[in-house]
């Protein structure tokens, strides 16, 4: 089962990502203009100017696309706009390729940094799925998981089990 996941990256030093780190930013760009694209093929133009930033070298999200559908009236929430356009299923959904998680852990690691993996309970799997993520993740570089998250509360924690 392949995910997109979130990684972050703690206590590396920023010069040594920064080649990593342009490329990522020409792999959201093309992943944005593919958005757009498919936005545009289904009646509706969304520009830089609609999501509200000074240029095209500001990094920009799904949630930003969200946003710009919901004022210019295509939908009524943020919820709605990913739901019906964004998210996989959506009519404009585009599949983001980033790296797999080996790369980026090591490219985290170059730079004396450490790797966790983000909200592991947005990612909605079951137990056992996530338990084997967590383990691969592990042998390919994973250092830390994020706990503290408003998808993590106590109850969530409790209800599935998990210390």
Excluded: W
Excluded at 43 to 57: K, P, Q, R, V, W
Excluded at 124 to 138: H, P, R, V
């Amino acid at each position: 089962k392949r995910i997109n996941i979130h990684v972050l990256g703690y206590l590396f030093t920023p010069e040594k990502l920064t080649p990593y780190t342009t490329t990522l930013k020409e792999l959201r760009h093309e992943h944005n203009e593919a958005i757009r694209n498919a936005l545009r093929k289904i009646g509706i133009e969304i520009n830089y100017a609609d999501m509200n930033l000074e240029s095209e070298n500001n990094t920009i999200t799904r949630l930003n696309f969200a946003k710009a559908l919901v004022q210019k009236g295509y939908t009524e929430s943020v919820q709605e706009a990913l739901a019906k356009y964004l998210h996989k299923g959506g009519s404009a959904y585009v599949e983001y390729n980033t790296h797999p998680f080996s790369i980026v852990a090591q490219k985290i690691h170059d730079a004396g940094g450490i790797v966790s993996l983000a909200h592991p309970a947005e990612y909605k799997l079951e137990n056992a799925d996530t338990e084997f993520m967590i383990d691969s993740m592990i042998h390919d570089g994973l250092d830390a998981i994020e706990c503290i998250h408003p998808s993590q509360d106590t109850t969530y924690m409790e209800k599935n089990n998990i210390k």
